[in-house]
């Protein structure tokens, strides 16, 4: 009799999430999820070059599952992120596996493509974590989408777990829909896999469905936007200087000259609200002094130069 009880809980928990609407048809999640997968796919492709990684991505399969499945296939070594929306603390679970991490380092530093890259078998290093990191924000940033069907996430997301941190965080259990996608250069292939609750994408996308059947406010969007666009923010521009420990700063005197590094960028940047815009040039014009600007941000290559500053390149 005891046994039959537990039996048939189990039996009810799918049962269970369908009532509260956690868990939908399996065609529709898939479909859902691979239209997701499809319009993000090519973005993030492009995000990946333009970081300098000229990595391959492949859709290899869209299909429904649990959440804490995302550490199944990864093996002993891997990175995971969990994203935040602003409807739930884990709108989004991703996991990129050794390989993968191995492909990307390789592509961001220069790598010769055609050649085998070494595997990684040991617990992963701050530079790999980081573009581990890397990974998953761009990923995020083109899943999360826009307008009516955007799952809202929460960016920049959460810094990436790696090692006993990753393998011991508590994912909780839930009907999802798994996308796995395929980094691969013309030697090696990796694996990110992504994990989104079905009480979030079928929340999502029925929300969107019936904002459809209103009246878009579109007059109203343009009047925001024009406002918008006549608003004012402050400008900021800085130049990194180096290095100083704290007591070096407290011995700062009016009138010292501060010698910068001997590989400190030259290059100002110009920020607005904790956002880098544009990079330039100092200069002076009569009086006044003045900014240059020569070119808009690479946040790729200032990414890329970060990286190279720990390692010690």
Same mark, same amino acid.
């Given at each position: 009799?005891?046994?039959?009880?537990?039996?048939?809980?189990?039996?009810?928990?799918?049962?269970?999430?369908?009532?509260?609407?956690?868990?939908?048809?399996?065609?529709?999640?898939?479909?859902?999820?691979?239209?997701?997968?499809?319009?993000?796919?090519?973005?993030?492709?492009?995000?990946?070059? /333009? $970081? *300098?990684?000229?990595?391959? =991505?492949?859709?290899?399969? &869209?299909?429904?599952? !649990?959440?804490?499945? #995302?550490? @199944?296939?990864?093996?002993?070594?891997?990175?995971m992120?969990?994203?935040?929306?602003a409807?739930?603390?884990?709108?989004?679970?991703?996991?990129?596996?050794?390989?993968?991490?191995a492909?990307?380092?390789?592509?961001?530093?220069?790598?010769?493509?055609?050649?085998?890259?070494?595997?990684?078998?040991?617990?992963?290093?701050?530079?790999?974590?980081?573009?581990?990191?890397?990974?998953?924000?761009?990923?995020?940033?083109?899943?999360?989408?826009?307008?009516?069907?955007?799952?809202?996430l929460?960016?920049?997301?959460?810094?990436?777990?790696?090692?006993?941190?990753?393998?011991?965080?508590?994912?909780?259990?839930?009907?999802?829909?798994?996308?796995?996608?395929?980094?691969?250069?013309?030697? /090696? $292939? *990796?694996?990110?896999?992504? =994990?989104?609750?079905?009480r &979030?994408?079928?929340? !999502?996308?029925?929300? #969107?469905? @019936?904002?459809?059947?209103?009246?878009?406010?579109?007059?109203?969007?343009a009047?925001?936007?024009?406002?918008?666009?006549?608003?004012?923010v402050?400008?900021?521009?800085?130049?990194?200087?180096?290095?100083?420990?704290?007591?070096?700063?407290?011995?700062?005197?009016?009138?010292?000259?501060?010698?910068?590094?001997?590989?400190?960028?030259?290059?100002?940047?110009?920020?607005?609200?904790?956002?880098?815009?544009?990079?330039?040039?100092?200069?002076?014009?009569?009086?006044?002094?003045?900014?240059?600007?020569?070119?808009?941000?690479?946040?790729?290559?200032?990414f890329?130069?970060?990286?190279?500053?720990?390692?010690?390149?």
């Amino acid at each position: 009799m005891g046994n039959a009880t537990m039996g048939e809980g189990r039996a009810c928990s799918p049962i269970l999430e369908r009532l509260v609407g956690d868990s939908g048809e399996a065609s529709q999640v898939i479909g859902a999820g691979r239209s997701m997968a499809e319009r993000a796919l090519p973005l993030l492709q492009k995000s990946l070059v /333009e $970081t *300098g990684a000229a990595v391959t =991505l492949e859709l290899r399969a &869209v299909e429904v599952g !649990r959440v804490p499945e #995302a550490r @199944a296939r990864a093996g002993d070594c891997f990175a995971m992120a969990v994203v935040a929306s602003a409807f739930s603390s884990d709108a989004m679970t991703m996991v990129l596996d050794a390989p993968a991490i191995a492909i990307m380092v390789s592509a961001l530093f220069g790598g010769d493509a055609d050649m085998a890259i070494v595997p990684i078998e040991r617990e992963l290093s701050h530079v790999e974590v980081d573009v581990a990191a890397l990974v998953f924000q761009q990923a995020a940033e083109v899943f999360n989408g826009s307008g009516r069907r955007s799952l809202e996430l929460k960016l920049p997301i959460a810094p990436a777990l790696s090692g006993p941190e990753a393998r011991r965080r508590v994912l909780r259990d839930g009907a999802a829909v798994r996308i796995v996608i395929g980094l691969s250069t013309p030697t /090696e $292939t *990796g694996t990110l896999t992504i =994990l989104i609750p079905q009480r &979030v994408l079928l929340t !999502r996308r029925n929300g #969107a469905d @019936a904002a459809d059947d209103g009246e878009a406010p579109g007059h109203w969007r343009a009047r925001l936007s024009e406002e918008v666009m006549r608003s004012s923010v402050r400008l900021d521009a800085t130049m990194p200087l180096g290095r100083l420990t704290l007591g070096q700063i407290a011995g700062l005197q009016k009138g010292q000259v501060l010698e910068l590094d001997k590989g400190a960028p030259v290059q100002a940047r110009l920020w607005a609200r904790s956002k880098a815009l544009f990079a330039c040039e100092f200069g002076k014009l009569g009086e006044n002094y003045t900014v240059r600007i020569s070119g808009t941000q690479d946040e790729g290559q200032d990414f890329i130069d970060s990286l190279a500053r720990q390692a010690g390149i």
